[in-house]
């Protein structure tokens, strides 16, 4: 992650779900976010109909784009590349993992601005595969941006962050040689028998 609004939401996602693979809608508390909520989104996916609509987005998310983006389809920012969106979208509800984008925004004039786009997943009511945590933030700031609004986006790279939560310790085997019933090896003439079975 390039930009620091999605390094801080990021740590503070991983900071509420401790060791679950995905905090609840219910337990971000605004106050503590509030420097990020202008570039945030939440989204509610449906799974079902391949589709991602925004519940949330800041103010600078909505300026960029020149509306007002709650309520619309999360896979309209891209304009007519419908599936860039949806294959983020399916990472993150799917694997429940978080996913990092680099996008390329173009507004009607040609005139292009990079974007970092930070998704990451969320329990609602004990559901999962329901909602997305994420941030849109801009690289930079064009002498355009305000003036001309981002009309579409292509996604221009894309990486999986990895999972931190510990993988469960196997239960240990137990070995042959160590059970109080081994009787050890036996010499039948020239050879050395060890006591085992067929597997």
Not at 36 to 48: G, N, P, Q, V, W
Not at 79 to 97: C, F, H, N, Y
Not at 142 to 157: K, Y
Request: hydrophobic content about 40%; glycine content about 10%; overall charge positive.
């Amino acid at each position: 992650m390039k930009h620091p609004t999605s390094r801080m939401l990021h740590a503070y996602w991983e900071r509420l779900r401790g060791e679950r693979a995905a905090p609840e809608r219910g337990e971000i508390e605004p106050g503590e976010i509030r420097h990020l909520l202008a570039d945030s989104l939440i989204l509610e996916l449906d799974m079902a109909a391949c589709s991602a609509t925004i519940r949330l987005a800041g103010t600078r998310v909505c300026a960029l784009h020149g509306r007002e983006l709650k309520g619309q389809s999360f896979a309209q920012l891209w304009g007519a590349q419908v599936t860039d969106p949806w294959r983020i979208v399916e990472i993150v509800a799917s694997d429940t993992l978080g996913v990092v984008a680099g996008l390329r925004g173009t507004n009607a004039a040609g005139e292009t601005a990079d974007l970092e786009l930070l998704l990451l997943p969320l329990r609602h009511r004990g559901r999962t595969q329901v909602r997305a945590l994420g941030a849109l933030s801009l690289d930079g700031t064009p002498p355009w941006i305000g003036l001309r609004p981002l009309v579409e986006a292509e996604t221009t790279s894309l990486r999986i962050l990895p999972s931190r939560r510990p993988e469960p310790m196997p239960p240990p085997r137990p070995s042959v040689r160590s059970s109080a019933n081994y009787p050890g090896p036996v010499r039948r003439g020239h050879l050395l028998v060890h006591a085992g079975g067929r597997g």
